[in-house]
């Protein structure tokens, strides 16, 4: 219990921080960010009213405590370019981008672990020598090209899935599946890449070590010894990796996002980019660190079931 | 008494007197294969202008769309622009990103590390503003970075690279924080050498190794991250012919003309692959103890 | 003179890698009769433990590993077994227990589930039955409160606690053969002590044949009834235990007794430094011409770099004391 207020405590000096750069970018990005967001045709009353809703015209520290105050109340802000407070507009896009970025993580695990406990088991094979081929060949590809490339074969040629869109769950299983599987693939491919690569390298120390030997002059079949002995003392490298990647996972599930249109927070980014709404990018940037460091830390509150030297 | 183990014998013993170079690429085939790949390119993006008998950016309305032929090998844009030659010249920009991107983070990730290393207080400030900014998901900061300054390649080499900084930080940190300990630092501490010079007689060099790889990863993914930029609308200008800002154009033709997205995607895709074999074998050669691993 | 239990017939052992072919074992062999304890005596590199991994197929497999000769258990040879059938054997009839305890148990797995496993496994005991068989098992190789150390991880056991866990997982399905690889070089001298006692006195209750691999002499004297001295690859001399400390044969295993530190000297006379067999372990690449030893050795002859010695008894009094050396041979024409 102890441990886990100290670890819930050691978030907020992070998320200060979060709030910190997040302000800081806006007030000391070269030039004038109020001239940027307005874009070349404003007026100079337009300029003007941008820099009041940004609260430029205040000073620095007097402004900065009260973004945190209104932050605190659930306030992030209003769009510029739609009026409508930056909270609800990014609530409004969340479900698809949720779902998306689960599924594309349930996928990259579902193929990654066993893809990279097999190369460890069979290191320095050809099954090794495919599958790290493969992950590095992965990892190097762009989304989108997957992509295209997959809307291109599955799609267009085949006609066996839809080219874009989402459908939500309540619309029905099949259409929201059907939906979400090209998007899932292309934007998984790379975090699936990571993972099997982080897995067989964490796997492989593993497999050396005297404890599998014991095992294995034990008698221990092959499951029990891969998943039982070897892959729970892999686990927490493992996990850390599956925490860590959600970052680039955001990356490739915002791509994707426009890669297939689908109204999600990546979707909103890029709408929001071509009006240079920044109070809605901002809150995009807040909403999801927040979400980043969450999933951290439930990550590292989760060690203790893999690992009992970890001690709260 | 064992026939093969005698065959095997005298296979290995062949293979040791062969020339070095033969030998290195046989021990090392991926780091090899890195390098000719991205030499290639380099080649490509260098000569570009000679090797493409169409400018990049001449538009030509008759020619729109047009599929690969002789004049268009890789065919032509929405704007009959030749994309073989959008592809060559993308390769300058795309590689500029890359290169800029890791030398810049590894640049001011060694200042501030090597910093942070030495001095506990800045330490303890440093670290916690790093790790906030790790918290912020790479590509959301450059994008953010980039809304609020005007697009063009130095600002998003810069917000690239910024997001990327604190992992080299950390790296060099705790690098440091182990060479500090060594007996040799402590004995040039006790012969009076002054810290300067120890930090750039001792500990730099002993940097170099591992950040030289982490270096090749950040240009790797810098490259993919400018091409996601571009995609996303927050890259380079959208006159600059980079890989991204090619496929960028390409997004709403690709029902009609996939070459504009897949010939700059394979060619990033390559690129890319090339440096992290690079990397990858790098880190085999130096680090023989991870070798095994990955 | 029945078939032996387990029976190591000319084993041949190369690793090959990048660098060349490295000759780990070059034709040993040995017998080990039901109820017995051999040891095997050398030291580090001299191919004990990798025998030991032989026996139950733990090396890598080829083309890394090449391996020729027969290990019989009860007849069967066990190079031409299935991986199903090894995996039967494993852990069953023949179980290891090996050097550094703190390393060969499962940190993430409690002391009890790894016992419980082997049960399940092999003897097929239900969940529960398992669970209190492990208990037992714990109480008796003198873990004390089992009842609540089952349910504890190995990093709430002390080394030596770990040790006699180890010995409790091996000995769970009642193996005839236990291979010991150093069990007690990682451990406390006074840990040590207990750990041979533990085994000396489960070998008697069991009636399990144990083979002690080690580089301790003194631990071989206290416990073992045959030996077999290993050096470079290659079985040296094979003796009783205390034919082999009343005549060593062979200059190495002179060399090894003379190494050890001797209680018995008055302390009135002077101590000098112990004395040491001068040079290095030989590396294994290639094949051997002439006695591994011959450049370490003070004895050696031109026919010892030369020829490769046979393995002989060393006189026709006792033909169970062998040793592979030129000069010994000749001694015992000579008398």
Redesign the interface.
Known sequence: MYFLIKRIAAVIPVLAVVAVIVFLLLRLSPGDPAVIIAGDSASAQDIEAIRRSLGLDQPLLGQFFEWIWQLLHGDFGVSIFTGMPVLKLIMQRVEPTLWLAALTMAFAIVFALPMGIWAAWKADTWVDRLVTALSVIAFSLPVFLIGYALVYGFSTRLGWLPVQGFKSLADGALPFIRHLILPVVSGGLIYTALLARMTRATMLDVLGEDYIRTARAKGILLPRLLLRHALKNAAVPIVTTIGLGIAMLLGGVMVTESVFAIPGIGRLTVDSILRRDYPVIQGIVLVTSLAYVAINLVIDLLYGLFDPRIRY | ??L??ER??QR??RQANQPRALRFAR?HPLLVLGLVLLAIVVFLAIFAPWLCANDPTEMNVIARLKPSSAEHVFGTDAMGRDIFSRTLHGARVSLLVGFCVALLSAAVGIVVGTVAGFSRWIDAIVM??M???M???????A????????ASVQTVIIAIALPEIPRVVRLVRALVLTIREQPYIQAAHACGTRLPRILARHVVPNLLTPLIVQASFIC?SAM??E??LS????GTPPEVPSWGNI?ADG?SV??LA?GV??YP??F???T??AV??IG?GLRDLLDPRIA??? | MSTPLLEVTDLHLAFASREGVTRALEGVSWQLNAGEMLGIVGESGCGKSVTAMAVLRLLPAPPTTHISGAIRFRGENLLQASEARLQEIRGNEISMIFQDPMTSVNPVLTIGEQIAEVLMLHQKLARRAAWARAVELLDLVNIPDPQRRVHEYPHQFSGGMRQRAMIAIALACKPDVLIADEPTTALDVTIQAQIMELLDRLRRETGTAIVLITHDLGVVAESCDRVVVMYAGAKVEEAATNELFARPSHPYTRGLLDAMPRLDTPLTEPRGRLPEIPGMVPSLRGAAVGCRFAPRCALAIDRCRSEVPPFAPIDGANPTHRAACWRTVCEAIAE
């Open positions: 008494m064992d093969s183990l095997l014998e290995i013993a021990r916690r503003f790790d906030g900014m918290a912020i998901p790479g590509i959301l900061l994008v953010a970075l980039m809304t609020l300054t005007q790797a993919i991250f091409a996601y995609f996303l609308g927050a496929m997004r690709v029902q996939f997205i897949l995607g394979l990033l895709g390559l890319v692959l992290n074999l990858d095994k691993k990955l």
